[in-house]
């Protein structure tokens, strides 16, 4: 069986976290709805990642999955191929849940999905706060990160994050918590480089965890205006050719030559393989350079439909969109069957 080694990155609280790990937002079809379909092959391609090395693993509330992801987990346990100590599980609290009191539930009811007694990071997924009935909350991120102290008090998370924070934002929860946050997951790729929210976060000691990491570069998010480069771009085969491995892989290198996590998600077995397969090369200084002049600022995770709410991370566009339900209400697992 294949076998990959992937190295890690120490948080500013001492807690070693992989450089690269599995992404499980299975994402929605185009009508927004979230489709359970790919769940049996994500379930059968994480189990496949465990087995070959995979120790990191990135989940939410959101995404419906944490029952079947702690099932995996828990067979893995079982059967021998992992300690629970040597898995890094990262899950999210979601915007209903940004009262301080509301963070511990949200992350007690992860742990209870999840069939977990911690989780090794939480974070708080977005900035804003929205109840489930779309009503703007405008409770301070403040207050909220107060819970996420809290929780990390009281042992249920080894390390505490946020997620879609801006500069801004960073700035101001630096300036006013007792416990800094260890990361900031954002949305980082060859087009969305971020460079002015990585040197603030990484000269201040808070890691950048990179989702969707392939921008619009793969078929299944390429849209007819995105921007290059797609998987054929000259440039980039050129690059890959040069060091004997996929552009994807060069993608994924360069994010790590930043000094960045990724967490690509893939329910394709020799994917899960190619995508950490990137610890044996090393990206010379030209092609590093190369790679970033890719980057023009171009989001795939634009979510406008809360462009409206306080504390928006991006920059807002014209357009206009009720939220999807979806995103509001949901039932978990499976079957979406449970809370
Ligand atoms: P990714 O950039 O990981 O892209 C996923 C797509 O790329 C899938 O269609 C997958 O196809 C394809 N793919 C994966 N590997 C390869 C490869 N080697 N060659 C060609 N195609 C490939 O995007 P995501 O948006 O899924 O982001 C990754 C993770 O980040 C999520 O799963 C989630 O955990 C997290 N995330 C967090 C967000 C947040 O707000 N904090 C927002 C969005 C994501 P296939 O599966 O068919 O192989």
């Known amino acids: 069986m294949a076998r990959v080694n992937i190295p890690s990155f120490t948080l500013n609280d001492g807690t ?3 450089a690269l790990g599995y992404g499980t937002w299975l994402g929605m079809d185009e009508k927004f709805e979230f489709s359970a379909e790919g769940m049996p092959k994500m379930m059968d391609a994480l189990s496949y990642a465990i087995d070959i090395g995979y120790r990191h693993i990135d989940t939410a509330h959101l995404y419906r999955v944490e029952p079947e992801v702690g099932k995996i987990i828990d067979k893995k346990i079982k059967d021998g191929v992992v300690k629970r100590e040597d898995l890094f599980i990262t899950t999210k609290v979601w915007h209903h849940f940004h009262r301080e009191a509301d963070v511990e539930v949200s992350v007690r009811g992860s742990l ?3 069939n ?5 990071l939480v974070l708080m997924h977005w900035p804003m706060s929205i109840s489930q009935d779309g009503v703007d909350e405008k409770i301070d ?6 819970g996420f102290e809290s929780v990390l008090s009281k042992g249920l998370a080894k390390s505490i994050g946020v997620s879609n924070f801006n500069v801004e934002q960073m700035k101001r929860l630096l300036a006013n918590c007792k416990v800094p946050p260890s990361t900031n997951q ?5 087009n969305l480089g971020q460079k002015e929210l990585v040197d603030y976060c990484q000269a201040n000691n808070v890691l950048i965890v990179a ?3 392939f921008g619009t570069m793969v078929p299944s998010r390429s849209a007819p205006n995105s921007p290059e480069p797609k998987l054929n771009n000259p440039t980039m085969v050129a690059i890959g050719k040069k060091y004997g491995k996929s552009v994807t892989q060069v993608t994924l290198r360069y994010l790590y030559q930043r000094g960045i996590v990724s967490i690509p998600k893939t329910v394709t077995p020799s994917r899960v393989v190619e995508n950490a397969s990137i610890f044996d090369f ?7 350079e190369t790679l970033a002049k890719f980057d023009n600022g171009f989001r795939t995770v634009r ?19 009720e939220i999807p339900e979806s995103l509001r209400i949901w039932k978990n697992g499976l079957n979406l069957d449970i809370d």
């Open 112 to 114: 209870r999905r999840l």
């Open 16 to 18: 070693k976290i992989p």
């Open 116 to 120: 977990l007694d911690y989780v090794d």
């Open 303 to 321: 979510p406008f439909f809360w462009q409206d709410y306080q504390n928006y991370p991006f920059e807002k566009i014209p357009d206009k969109m």
């Open 141 to 146: 991120y403040l207050e909220t990160w107060r």
């Open 282 to 288: 090393e990206l010379d200084k030209g092609d590093m």
């Open 186 to 190: 954002v949305e980082i790729n060859l």
């Open 211 to 213: 989702y969707s990491p």
